[in-house]
């Protein structure tokens, strides 16, 4: 029983960091981009999250046809880690790990 409580307590961890971190990608979006994220990151819009998501991940494979591009893919994937569990922990490290490179490489250019 105890095993099953940590491994509850540790979705539930991954799930809040993972929407933590979507939270502060999103402030930083200008608002025509954030306000339809926002909506599909709903809980009332998975119906359409998943779907999006699939459809965004293969437009990323395919990325070498044109109006498809590589930037679908990550983009296909943020959206389905919000509903499939084996995605948030890889996600979420991959969005930390950006997000610091990002950090270092806009002090690195000040200077």
Do not use: C, N, Y
Request: no cysteine.
């Amino acid at each position: 029983m105890a095993a099953a409580s940590t491994v509850s307590h540790r979705v539930t961890k991954d799930i809040h960091r993972l929407h933590r971190l979507l939270g502060r990608l999103e402030r930083r979006l200008p608002a025509r981009i954030a306000l339809p994220i926002r909506w599909l990151r709903a809980p009332s819009s998975r119906w359409l999250r998943i779907p999006a998501g699939v459809l965004l991940v293969l437009g990323g494979i395919f990325s070498f046809l044109p109006l498809l591009g590589l930037w679908m893919l990550p983009l296909g994937l943020l959206l389905l880690a919000q509903d499939l569990p084996f995605l948030r922990r890889p996600t979420r490290r991959t969005m930390i790990l950006l997000e610091r490179r990002w950090l270092r490489w806009k002090r690195q250019r000040r200077r």
